[in-house]
């Protein structure tokens, strides 16, 4: 009998490792169901994320510090006039993000319209110094989109203020994300904060009843 060397067991092990819906997600949409223990798998409201870039989210930071359940499982494109960004962990300039983009889906989802986009910071005054842990800028507030090709056209509750992060402060973590709406048509005046600073990613989720974004994008930008 031949045994594998360890590099093959490794390589194996490797390419046969698939990444499974989180625990939170699992909990969320209720998988467990039937008697005597059993569960049947329910997949996540979206997909089509790779392993690496699933790894950038967590590696990143965003998850923990703006208290996510877990990382957006579906991408976004977001074009700023002939910039498209459609990598995440890319720095940018201010001037290269200070109009409004146009956001549109890439990957799949398992709900449909309408939808929500919100841009954040949560690096201010600086990634070394933030406000308050979980708390962030709001740069940009979308509600009630159509169209998963057209996440920024809807009804604007805070309209967009591109990067401006002080000078010397370090890079920046913008941040896009998506939310279902569940059907429901949400009111500008429930939604938008009365500051831009100091605001908390639970109080969107809670007014929206879901703290999973089902898509994302982030980059960052500094101003040296």
Request: aromatic residues 8%.
């Amino acid at each position: 009998m031949t045994l594998a060397k360890p590099s093959t067991l490794l390589f194996l092990l490797v390419v046969t490792t698939t990444w499974q819906p989180s625990i939170q997600e699992t909990a969320k949409e209720g998988s467990s169901v039937g008697g005597s223990g059993s569960k049947t798998k329910v997949e996540p409201m979206s997909g089509g994320i790779t392993l690496p870039d699933l790894f950038l989210w967590r590696d990143s930071g965003i998850v923990t510090d703006l208290g996510m359940d877990d990382a957006p499982h579906a991408l976004l494109d977001v074009q700023y006039g002939n910039l498209l960004i459609s990598e995440l962990n890319q720095t940018y300039t201010p001037a290269q993000t200070s109009n409004a983009p146009t956001v549109k889906l890439r990957g799949y989802l398992r709900c449909g319209p309408p939808f929500s986009l919100l841009m954040v910071d949560p690096d201010a005054p600086s990634r070394k110094q933030p406000t308050k842990p979980s708390v962030s800028t709001v740069h940009w507030m979308v509600l009630n989109a159509n169209s998963d090709e057209k996440f920024h056209e809807g009804d604007e509750a805070v309209s967009y203020r591109g990067p401006k992060p002080p000078r010397g402060s370090g890079p920046h973590r913008y941040v896009l994300l998506v939310y279902c709406q569940d059907g429901q048509i949400l009111s500008k005046a429930d939604m938008a904060p009365s500051d831009r600073r100091g605001y908390k990613l639970s109080t969107f989720g809670r007014k929206l009843k879901t703290k999973l974004a089902v898509a994302g994008a982030f980059f960052y930008a500094e101003n040296k």
